[in-house]
């Protein structure tokens, strides 16, 4: 004897569960970078206790790979090979992810004094 199959009806709780799952979330990213690893710490620790002033939520910081940058350079001219000088630059890089920010986030976050040496990129 075959069996009957019963096919639910959807619910209205699970097609508001699958629209709220197509809806793209706005998130705003913001990628920061600089020589100086206190600096860039500071920074970060400012935008954050920005963020949760205003009731967000903050995903972050998240340490990027430094990148390392070395140059060697012969101290004299071509007689003295063997003296060299080496030298190198490291760039630190954070990241700081802000999931559904509101208006007065972004309107503090662009009123927000950042020491110098800082290089921000703010992406939606």
Known sequence: ???????????????AE?????LPLQKLRIRLA?????V???????????????????????PLPTAIKKWTVNRSSFIHKD?????EMRVHKRLIDIPNPNARV???????NLP???DIEIKM
């Not at 600089?34 to 206190?38: E, M, Q, S, T």
């Not at 970060?44 to 206790?49: G, P």
């Open 83 to 87: 003296a060299r000088e080496q030298y």
């Open 40 to 62: 860039i710490d500071s920074s970060c620790k400012q935008i954050i206790d920005t963020v949760v002033r205003e009731g967000c939520d903050v995903i972050g910081p998240i």
């Open 18 to 22: 699958t629209k709220e799952k197509q």
């Open 34 to 38: 600089a020589y100086d690893h206190k």
């Open 1 to 15: 004897m075959p069996r009957a199959t019963v096919h639910k009806k959807d619910s209205p709780a699970s097609k």
């Open 116 to 118: 110098a040496g800082v």
């Open 106 to 112: 972004i309107e503090s976050l662009s009123s927000l």
